[in-house]
């Protein structure tokens, strides 16, 4: 009975199922410089990758209840890089704008969206302030985002 109690709790230590980890997470209002400018809200998420690219799909980003597109990069500097391997830190980064329209990443050609349609509800209900969705193997998985830091709003020239 004691082999069987350790053989177990071995495995639960071992055998980890998540597949991303959130290291770090924050938004930033911002609001242009110019007259008539626009304004809104910039949402940035760091994710250690706990597996490769090749299996692993981010597929939807929840602010609340709204559905914001996304933009994936591996260099908070660059975007267009998707790809990936084990242990890499990876950014998603979703925007809000004032009005209510989104501006994400088309997934089929990776050119800038921008839409202002009836968003649908999330997958679940969950307690925090995000939801990533993502997949691996084909099996969808869930990130929920406790917590948001809220940095100090920026006047964009």
Known sequence: MKVLIFSFLALCFF???DKIELIQSYSQDW???VPDGN???N?????KVLKSSEHLMFDELW?????????LFTDIHTT???????????FIRGQIIADNSFIGQDKK??????SDATMPSPPFEYIGEALIVYSYRGRQKYLVV???EKKKSQIRP
């Open 43 to 47: 949402y940035m998420f760091s994710i």
């Open 63 to 71: 602010i609340g209840d709204e559905k914001v597109p996304f933009r």
């Open 39 to 41: 304004n809104g809200t």
């Open 31 to 33: 609001i242009a410089g």
């Open 15 to 17: 055998w980890k199922t």
């Open 146 to 148: 406790k917590d948001i």
């Open 109 to 114: 050609t990776n050119e800038p969206e921008s």
């Open 80 to 90: 267009g890089n998707t790809s990936f391997a084990k242990n890499d830190t990876i």
